[in-house]
């Protein structure tokens, strides 16, 4: 079994900036994508930013620019790190991973989510 754990949410000012973590741990061979994904309320859950094994990442056109997906490989962790952010950031954020395992199979992955609040 695998548990990806994030930390780093919390509350701040429009224009501020937050790090977000997310550690993998357990049956953990490899990981080849990690993702981040956010849920706002009356919202459905959307990918915020991906990232794989060779390091290529892609970002929603909404935070392009403000926000930076990066991998840890030694410690199967992925960071988002968050600048200018804005009051519709405001989110659950959820880190996703696609984990391969010592059995050989490949599984998805979710965290329990963060949740990031902000003010304008």
């Known amino acids: 079994q695998v548990q990806l754990v994030e930390s780093g949410g919390g509350s701040v000012q429009a224009a501020e900036s937050l790090r977000l973590s997310c550690v993998a741990s357990g049956a953990v061979v490899g990981i080849d994508y990690m993702r981040w994904y956010r849920q706002a309320p009356g919202k459905e859950r959307e990918m915020v930013a991906q990232?794989?094994?060779?390091?290529?990442?892609d970002y929603a056109d909404s935070v392009k620019d403000r926000f930076t997906i990066s991998r840890d490989g030694d410690k199967n962790a992925v960071i988002l790190q968050m600048n200018n952010l804005r009051p519709e950031d405001t989110a659950v954020y959820y880190c996703?991973?696609?984990?391969?395992?010592?059995?050989?199979?490949?599984?998805?992955?979710w965290g329990q989510g963060t949740q990031v609040i902000v003010s304008s």
């Open positions: 996703n991973a696609d984990v391969r395992e010592w059995t050989s199979q490949t599984k998805n992955y």
């Open positions: 990232i794989d094994i060779t390091g290529w990442a």
